[in-house]
């Protein structure tokens, strides 16, 4: 069974740029999430779907942070304009359903902004 | 809402021994606490799990324990190999099913 694809896996733009990230997600796995892990802390939840639908994005800073999730399958996360901060790694997992908790991770996009 | 608290955050032991890393959380309402590894430039990986209708959870060397009235968990690695090095970190759902996170354990392997 193929896992989470994430592309591309390291990108480096200059601040104020605009960034996208893309996910596949595993087949048949409802749930897709986007997490932020800045370096030396644990992963933080920005976004969750369950299929096409948005259930939660109560962290997403709505200001310079969009994501879309079309036909309840591949996902994207865009940052315009990026700044400093944003420097992370932006990591995508999927889960069965919104009420299975086992959560599964693509390899991360590394972000860097200068 | 939830708040997990992992320890310790740097963790370094002999090749063979055994290794303990505990995280304590604060909703009583969770019930699912996955411990997750994660290697230099990959994601982090599923590596065992407990429900708060268990006490204890083996896979091989890999050993997961809840206290519930404690509201701790822990993961024992026994037997530890070089290969074991990686950061790893715990996490605990909330009533949304979303995990809340520990701040990671950085275990190192001597050899």
């Known amino acids: 069974e193929a896992g989470v694809a994430q592309s591309p896996r390291y990108k480096i733009i200059e601040k104020r740029q605009s960034v996208a990230f893309w996910c596949n997600p595993i087949s048949g796995h409802a749930t897709l999430y986007w997490y932020q892990q800045i370096l030396g802390q644990g992963p933080k939840l920005l976004i969750q779907?369950?299929?096409?639908?948005?259930?939660?994005d109560s962290q997403l800073p709505k200001d310079r942070f969009s994501a879309e999730r079309l036909k309840g399958v591949d996902s994207t996360l865009k940052i315009q304009p990026a700044k400093l901060e944003d420097s992370a790694v932006y990591l995508c997992a999927s889960s069965l359903a919104s009420g299975a908790y086992e959560q599964y991770f693509g390899p991360g996009t590394r972000l860097t902004v200068t | 809402g939830e708040n997990v608290e992992q320890h310790p955050s740097t963790l370094s032991v002999q090749e063979g021994d055994s290794a303990v890393i505990k995280c304590t959380y604060s909703?009583?309402?969770?019930?699912?606490f996955p411990w997750y590894k994660q290697e230099l430039g990959k994601g982090p990986q599923l590596i065992i799990d407990?429900?708060?209708n268990v006490g204890e959870k083996k896979d091989q060397r890999i050993a997961v324990t809840l206290n519930k009235t404690a509201k701790h968990f822990s993961l024992h690695i026994t037997e530890t190999q070089p290969e074991d090095s990686a950061v790893y970190f715990c996490?605990?759902?909330?009533?949304?099913?979303?995990?809340?996170w520990g701040a990671g354990t950085k275990l190192i392997i001597k050899p």
């Open positions: 779907f369950q299929n096409n639908g948005v259930v939660d």
């Open positions: 407990i429900r708060s």
């Open positions: 996490a605990a759902s909330d009533s949304n099913y979303q995990l809340i």
């Open positions: 909703d009583s309402a969770s019930n699912y």
